[in-house]
Structure formats: structure tokens, C-alpha cells
């Protein structure tokens, strides 16, 4: 966790550089060494971030450290992020709507493009279970609060399934693997890259991805705490993830090999991963917050969270450079 002062003076220098995209290293004020703590997950931006080693230069030019933590999913992330572990990291959308509930002291800052390809609702390859609607009564594994629990909603939604006629089975990817693998489950609901692992190493049957159901988008987030007494970190941060971006998408076949020998898959299933990803780097607006509040809601109506919520008063936009009010209700 950063412990230093604020180096550039409050939201006006965080809308300036992390919205305009100024050059990282302009905003920097003197001060001393600091280390910022990043969360990231497997074939997240963030990882690539860190493996191309983007982000330290940039953040050197501040005075400013990186540390890394890896986790396997967008819960565990933010309860390190709740903790006070990590200062900044990205999920899908379903977990910050969980966190939000819960009280964890976080903010969304910026989204990555929809990504609905880039999970799925599997079956072993000799399951007899050949669409959604045959789910009604089977145990589905899944990683409680992940992005993967609004796709199986809104999955079993489309196909005429109350989501208490399935019987969950709430496990972290490596334990669901382990599960599916061994026939503990009926099906198994993943994201890339465990969903092309398990395309590739066990075969897995598609019943439903996520188009034409959900958004899928990956969220950039910190805590309310760095967001505020570090603007400056945050849109480097931020500047950083919109060069990876543009870079990814001029390089996929070197992208895919860089993930591939951090996870161990091969460069085909790796590529994969790359092609149903989408990439780039957006302030956050009022459109994809409605798109989030509409999440909250359904969520809110199943009791999968305690009651409402305003996704908009964990939001920074550029219009206000604070917190949002009434956004997207």
C-alpha cells in the first residue's frame, strides 16, 4: 500500500492526465520512493502491463515503486483491495457490484470494451446435456460474485430457468477444474483463459457464451483512498493500460506467447484468449454505468446482495471528478 503525499493536487490534475491521456512523468511533484501495489489476474491487461514491464518506467519518473499480486479471481482481488493489500487492480463486472454491497472503500476509474466471447457455460465432452434449459436441477460450479455469476443469470434467464432450480456449486477456477475434470459437476461456468484451457485439455462443450447476454467488460478500479490523495498514480496507471492496448492489438501473436509462458498453455489456446478479448481503455461514463446498475439490480432481486445500491456512488467521471450522484438511476 502507497504510503506518500499527494503529488499533484486533487482531482482537476487526476481529470487532466488520466482522461486527456497526458504523458505520464509530466504530473510528477517531488517527493519520496513510494510503492504502489497492483492486483492482477491471469490474461488480464494488467498482467500484460507487468510482464512487458510498461508501467515501471513511467511510475519511476514519480518516484514511485511497483509491486505486483496476482490472484485467481475478481473476488479474491477486492477483498485484498477491501484489506488494504492492493491500491489498484481490475475485475469483471459482477464483482465490484458485490463489493459495493458490502461496504469494501473502492472506485471504478476506468473499462475495458465488451468482451461477451470470453466466457461460457461448459459441459464435459460426453455430457447429454445439450442447452441451457436442461440445466434446471444440475450442480453448475462457478466462482461466487465473478463475472461468470451474471452470465449464468442471465443464461438461465433467456432459457426459462429460475436460478433456484440449479443447484450451485461456489469454487475458485483450479477447484472447478479439478471438479469438471472429475465429474463432480454438471457444468462448469468459466472465463478465458480456465475457459480455453478446459476447450483444449478437456474438451468442453459450449452451451452458452455470453453473447447476446452480457457485456462481459473488465473494470479498472482503486481504492477510494489512492484515488484521492493520488491522481497523478492512477492516470499513469491508466495512461499505461491505453499503450498496452494499442500495443496488444498490433501484436497478438507476441502477446499470446508472453501469456503463454506466464501460464503455461499453449500458443494456440493462448491466441484464443487474445482473439475473444477486446482491448483499450475508457473513462468511465454514464452509459456503462447504467449497463453496471442494471447488474446491481438483478442481483438485488435474486438476494444474491442484501438490497439496492447505486452503482454511480463508487464512480469517478470525467465530468465531476469525484464521486458520481444519481448517475444511471
Not at 488480464?44 to 496476482?70: D, I, M, Y
Not at 492489438?249 to 506467447?257: I, L, M, N, V
Not at 439490480?297 to 438490497?307: R, T
Request: hydrophobic residues 45%; proline residues 6%; contains cysteine.
Amino acid at each position: 500500500m502507497i504510503r506518500r503525499r499527494n503529488l499533484s493536487g486533487g482531482w482537476l490534475t487526476f481529470l487532466y492526465l488520466a482522461f486527456a491521456w497526458v504523458a505520464p512523468g509530466c504530473a510528477g511533484g517531488e517527493g519520496a520512493q513510494a510503492e504502489v501495489t497492483i492486483g492482477y489476474q491471469k490474461t488480464g491487461s494488467l498482467n500484460l502491463l507487468r510482464l512487458r514491464g510498461g508501467l515501471e518506467p513511467a511510475l519511476a519518473k514519480l518516484g514511485v515503486q511497483v509491486k505486483w499480486v496476482g490472484f485467481p479471481a475478481g473476488p479474491q482481488l477486492l477483498e485484498a483491495l477491501n484489506a488494504g493489500s492492493i491500491d489498484f487492480g481490475h475485475t469483471g463486472d459482477a464483482p465490484p457490484i458485490l463489493a459495493q454491497a458490502a461496504g469494501v472503500p473502492f472506485v471504478y476509474v476506468g473499462y475495458e470494451p465488451a468482451r461477451p466471447r470470453a466466457e461460457a457455460i461448459l459441459v464435459p465432452a460426453g455430457s447429454p446435456l445439450k442447452s441451457v434449459a436442461e440445466l434446471k436441477g444440475k450442480r453448475i460450479a462457478l466462482n461466487k460474485g465473478s463475472n461468470v455469476h451474471y452470465l449464468l443469470v442471465r443464461a438461465l434467464e433467456r432459457a426459462g430457468v429460475r436460478y433456484d432450480e440449479v443447484r450451485t456449486v461456489f469454487l475458485p477456477p483450479a477447484d472447478a477444474r479439478a471438479a469438471f475434470e472429475g465429474g463432480s459437476i454438471d457444468a462448469w461456468a468459466a472465463w478465458d483463459p480456465y475457459y480455453a484451457e478446459a476447450e483444449a485439455r478437456a474438451n468442453a462443450r459450449v452451451l452458452s457464451d455470453g453473447d447476446g447476454l452480457v457485456a462481459n467488460r473488465e473494470f479498472q478500479l482503486a481504492t477510494r483512498e489512492f484515488a484521492r490523495d493520488h491522481p497523478d498514480l492512477v492516470a499513469a496507471i491508466l495512461a499505461g493500460l491505453r499503450e498496452q492496448a494499442d500495443w496488444t492489438q498490433s501484436h497478438p501473436d507476441e502477446a499470446a506467447r508472453l501469456f503463454g509462458n506466464e501460464i503455461g498453455l499453449e500458443l494456440a489456446t493462448v491466441r484464443r484468449v487474445i482473439d475473444r478479448k477486446a482491448f483499450g481503455i475508457s473513462p468511465m461514463d454514464n452509459a456503462v454505468v447504467i449497463e453496471q446498475q442494471h447488474v446491481a439490480d438483478v442481483f438485488a432481486e435474486l438476494g444474491l446482495i442484501p438490497a439496492k445500491l447505486r452503482v454511480s456512488e463508487a464512480v469517478l467521471t470525467p465530468n465531476t471528478g469525484h464521486l458520481t450522484q444519481g448517475v444511471g438511476r
